[in-house]
């Protein structure tokens, strides 16, 4: 299998995540790509928490992310990474040519940012970025829950 | 020792629903405040739990043992300079029990109510 989702989250690992998109996707482990949380045991064991022991939950720096993420995308179960901003997945996406896609499914209200989705707040600086991105030939979409329509990016950004 | 304030942390619109219900019951008002994660991300549900919360003591009630709500409240209990305590798997009965044993300490007051709300649950037919 494969990596099934990239997710752009600011929740990172929550209910959707774990539930909403695990569940169907029957999920056996979930890449967290943050600098901060990838340094700090404390916050990982607060990630953890959240998630069925089934699930292994691997928590990355963006350097190691790219040396690894090869091989999570040929790892023989189905996996979800996730970034909780969009300077992570811009990082990640130029280090690594292979990832190809990136679901926004979460960015949410902040000084600074307008409402485009329900549950998708941006910069006019971010929702360049999310463009740029896509011209480089990544398939970037909003969609919170597996049962929602994928929003192309010309129509949030 | 000043009271305790009770702050719920849920999904949707669960807190303010047990708020309602536990002021139905007891007629007790202001003990306990609700507030949803509803639209926040992390830093906005934090802005939330700060305005709740107040300079405390609070104990935080969350709906789950993980997730959005549980990882703001406990980034929040550690970080946010107040006297405060985190139970998990918030019900009725935790929150009937704790609005009538508010003069004791965040940290009792949690074990009181994980005790409270474990009691709760039951299975008929046993």
Known sequence: MTLALYRIDDRLIHGQVVVGWGQPLDVSFIVLVDDEVSSSDWEQDLYRMGVPPQIEVIFASVEKAAELLPAWDTDSRVGILLVGDIDTAVALAARVPQVKRFNVGGVHHRTGRKERLRFVYLTDDEATKLRQLAARGVDVTAQDVPTARAVPVAEFT | ?126
């Not at chain 2, 990882?71 to 929150?95: C, E, F, P, Q, W």
């Open chain 2, 1 to 126: 020792m000043s009271e305790l304030r009770g702050v719920i942390v849920s999904h949707a619109a669960v807190a303010q629903a047990l708020v309602a219900a536990v002021t139905a019951i007891t007629g007790i008002e202001g003990a306990l405040t609700g507030i949803s994660n509803e639209g926040c991300g992390t830093e906005e549900l934090g802005e939330r739990l700060r305005e709740a919360v107040g300079v405390g003591p609070a104990v935080l009630f969350v709906d789950l043992p993980g997730g959005s709500c549980f990882t703001s409240s406990a980034r929040y209990a550690k970080r946010g300079g107040a006297d405060i305590a985190v139970v998990t798997g918030v019900n009725l009965a935790m929150l009937l029990d704790f609005v009538f044993n508010r003069d004791i300490s965040p940290v009792d007051a949690a074990r009181r109510a994980l005790d409270a709300g474990a009691k709760a649950i039951r299975v008929t037919p046993a």
